[in-house]
């Protein structure tokens, strides 16, 4: 039995019918694979990440974090689905199919995954007759966008010959604990937690200083807070209802739009273009904000003894998107720039610090 952090558990909390906390991606599986060969594939392989076999066990009231255990009663029938477009098996069958999946919460009860095997793609362009596609549900309280990545890694292979894996080990046979042992832990958390402050505060403290060094000995502006975005017509509540889409970018070709940004990276042409497309679409609708938009961008923590390791070890920047300057170029520039600027402070700013704040979440309320 595992406790959930405290930044896995708000994933949790903050999950409404309208808004699921799941990362949901789709995937196309070129040439010929039919769906009990996927299945046995999958049943051999699933053992290898307990993200995928474990459930949640929550705490009577929210007193306390939930907790992962080994689900005694795993099928693998309940998460592997099996279905086909309806003709003529285009795009938007499928992503009308992956639109309303993506829509609809995870059940709970059970590990927090779903995998829909979708067939009948004849009439994709750039998509090989026969191919198949992937689409897939986890919850983010269990995967960051690294750990998913290692997921994908380990229940698939890069070549046309699979890879040997090890067995399934024995069955840890994880008891399900009681309300009042669940409401025993919760009070020695609740007692022992607050031990934790002294460090944390001092720690904060340090990387206070260091980020006021950064301003005012080096120069960087200071850092775009949370919550300091402009008012647009994307800031308004959602509803339950997900449209998916998709554009197919060449790899090379994105690298090639670094060229006139020396030392750009590949997310800073990716953060340009969707703020290109944000810019183009708000012009539209002649309801483009003076002030850029500014888009939280994930930042792994992850040290390679996690890797494989469940949960969230990630933090964030709040990158000003540009989206009010119009030339591409110097949009790039500046998104670069403002790219920089985040990760100094964030290595000043010790992101694993700032993770354990999470930890202090008032549970009986998140909840």
């Not at 699979?162 to 958390?189: F, H, K, M």
Request: include cysteine; hydrophobic fraction near 40%; charge should be positive.
């Amino acid at each position: 039995m595992q406790a959930l952090s405290g930044l896995d558990a708000s994933f949790l909390y903050l999950e409404t019918p309208n808004m699921p906390m799941h990362v949901g991606g789709v995937s196309i599986i070129e040439g010929s694979l039919d769906f009990e060969t996927f299945r046995n594939l999958l049943a051999s392989r699933v053992h290898l990440s307990r993200s995928l076999y474990q459930r949640l066990v929550t705490v009577p009231l929210s007193l306390d974090r939930p907790y992962w255990i080994e689900d005694p009663n795993f099928n693998l029938d309940y998460h592997l689905h099996h279905t086909a477009l309806p003709r003529p098996g285009g795009w938007r069958q499928l992503r009308k199919l992956a639109s309303r999946l993506f829509g609809q919460p995870l059940d709970r009860s059970r590990p927090l995954w779903e995998i829909v095997f979708v067939e009948g793609l004849d009439s994709i362009p750039q998509v090989p007759a026969g191919s198949v596609a992937l689409i897939s549900k986890i919850h983010h309280s269990a995967i960051d966008g690294m750990s998913g990545a290692d997921i994908v890694g380990l229940l698939y292979d890069i070549t046309t010959e699979p890879r040997q894996v090890p067995p399934p080990p024995p069955p840890t046979n994880d008891r399900v604990p009681g309300d009042v042992e669940l409401v025993l832990r919760s009070a020695y958390n609740f007692a022992t937690r607050p031990l934790k402050l002294p460090r944390l505060i001092y720690e904060t403290a340090k990387a206070t200083a260091k980020a006021g060094y950064l301003t005012r000995v080096q120069g960087l502006e200071t850092p775009t807070l949370p919550f300091s975005a402009p008012r647009s017509r994307l800031n308004v509540k959602v509803s339950a209802d997900r449209v998916w889409n998709t554009a197919l970018l060449d790899l090379a070709r994105v690298k090639a739009l670094r060229q006139p940004v020396p030392d750009s990276t590949v997310n800073d042409v990716l953060l340009t273009i969707c703020a290109g497309a944000l810019r183009r679409y708000l012009q539209e609708k002649d309801a483009l904000p003076r002030k850029p938009l500014v888009a939280m961008v994930p930042v792994s923590t992850r040290t390679k003894d996690e890797k494989n390791t469940m949960g969230n070890q990630v933090s964030a920047m709040f990158i000003p998107l540009a989206t009010d300057i119009e030339d591409h170029i110097e949009r790039l520039r500046k998104i670069h720039h403002n790219t920089v600027t985040g990760k100094s402070y964030q290595g000043a700013l010790d992101a694993k610090s700032l993770m354990d704040y999470a930890e202090f979440i008032p549970f009986g309320v998140a909840g």
